[in-house]
């Protein structure tokens, strides 16, 4: 461990077990094999998030957005959580006061074990009646990979079935930003693998850095939130993980992993 080492310094923090608020954004999973949105190999490169990703294009071409979320759900089904995502879920169990909040719908967090997660942009596993008819639920779970039909249709009211991600212009839920909102108020708040562009997510550092969380953002690029968070570590999230943890294990400290 060198002075002045940032990894030594995130490990240092959280040694006296703080309360820790993780955001998560799409490069956590890109260890995993799932794309990244923005980058030179990003999805929004080659698609445009307007023609896919809003109520308007669900709209126009219900067929077109559902291929596209098929060809999503059929690469996703494929990938593990890697081990970004089993370190996160490790520390979710032990720490008492831990609240993961991602934005991305892969599923992966869960899978790796995490839990108290808040799906701030929802689920690709996750479907809702588009005209929300009252006889169906609010939302529900469909793994099925690929869909056997495209557009998939609602069981209750045989109209057109929506993916139960968040889609640009959409807003997000109450009880989702009821619990974000809670999880803010932390002593530590990492951002890590998230180009911190699309709010209201991007805000959350802000707003726990002005309620006191001493910030810290895990990235191998710099993004609008590095100049503004009290560490900034540039690396791989599936590289500084671990190297945190493996320091956290070396160190003497008093959590255990009471929570699983
Ligand atoms: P982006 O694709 O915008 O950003 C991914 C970030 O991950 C970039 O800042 C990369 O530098 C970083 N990155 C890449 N590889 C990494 C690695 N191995 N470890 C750590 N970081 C890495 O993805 P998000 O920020 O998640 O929303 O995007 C936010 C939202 O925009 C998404 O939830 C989605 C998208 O459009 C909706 O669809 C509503």
Redesign the pocket.
């Known amino acids: 461990m060198t002075p002045g080492d940032p990894v030594a310094e995130l490990a240092g923090r959280m040694k006296s077990g703080p309360r820790i608020t993780v955001l998560t ?4 999973s ?2 995993s094999g799932v794309p ?4 030179p190999l ?1 999805l ?1 490169r080659n698609y445009a ?1 307007e023609q896919l ?1 809003t109520p308007e294009a669900f709209r126009r071409d219900p067929k077109l957005v559902w291929e596209w979320y098929n060809w999503r759900r059929e690469l996703i089904a494929k990938c593990v959580p890697n081990v ?1 995502h089993t370190v996160l879920a490790a520390w979710s169990r032990r720490y008492p006061d831990f609240t993961l909040i991602t ?3 892969d599923g992966l967090h869960e899978k790796a074990g995490t839990i108290n997660v808040v799906r701030f ?1 929802g689920s690709i596993w996750e479907v809702l009646c588009w005209r929300r008819c009252p006889s169906s639920p609010e939302r529900w779970w469909d793994e099925s990979v690929p869909l056997p039909n495209i557009p998939p249709s609602c069981p209750y009211c045989h109209g057109l079935l929506r993916p139960g ?4 212009g959409e807003s997000i839920g109450s009880s989702v930003l009821d619990r974000s909102y809670e999880a803010v108020k932390c002593d530590l708040f990492l951002t ?7 709010h209201p ?1 991007a805000s959350l550092v802000a707003e726990a850095s002005s309620l006191g969380a001493f910030t810290v953002e ?4 710099a ?1 609008p939130s590095s100049g503004a968070v009290d560490l900034a570590i540039q ?4 590289v500084v993980l671990p190297s945190v943890e493996s320091l956290l294990k070396n160190q003497e400290f008093e959590i255990r992993d009471s929570r699983s």
């Open positions: 954004g799409a490069g956590v890109a260890a990244t949105f923005r980058g990003g929004w998030p990703a970004a934005q991305n719908v942009h991600v968040v889609w640009f890590v693998g998230t180009s911190a562009v699309v997510a895990i990235n191998p690029e993004t690396g791989r999230a599936e």
